[in-house]
């Protein structure tokens, strides 16, 4: 008898069938993509974290925060003074 064996995709494909199990994996979805435009847009300034938390007047430990994708709360002006920052402007939108 053969054995299928299953992958992350399997297993991903069938949790996401629970509505509460998705409704978390799309938030942190978000979240990290959030993350990763923050921290790619440091990296193409050249700035380190340290340098990007100084002229928001905030700590490094936050940016990582935010890097990381390690809150659960991104608040609208945080992002707006970072777009600002790095001559972006935050767009938001819902579909």
Request: hydrophobic share 45%; aromatic share 8%.
């Given at each position: 008898m053969k054995h299928k064996t299953r992958t992350f995709q399997d297993h991903l494909k069938e949790n996401l069938k629970d509505t509460e199990f998705k409704k978390y994996y799309q938030q942190e979805g978000v979240k990290l993509k959030i993350a990763f435009q923050i921290a790619e847009l440091r990296r193409k300034r050249g700035l380190t974290q340290t340098q990007l938390a100084r002229k928001l007047g905030t700590s490094q430990g936050n940016i990582a925060r935010l890097e990381s994708?390690?809150?659960?709360?991104?608040?609208?002006?945080?992002?707006?003074?970072?777009?600002?920052?790095?001559?972006?402007?935050?767009?938001?939108?819902?579909?």
């Open positions: 994708a390690d809150t659960d709360n991104y608040e609208v002006s945080t992002l707006e003074r970072i777009a600002a920052t790095m001559g972006k402007t935050l767009v938001v939108a819902f579909r």
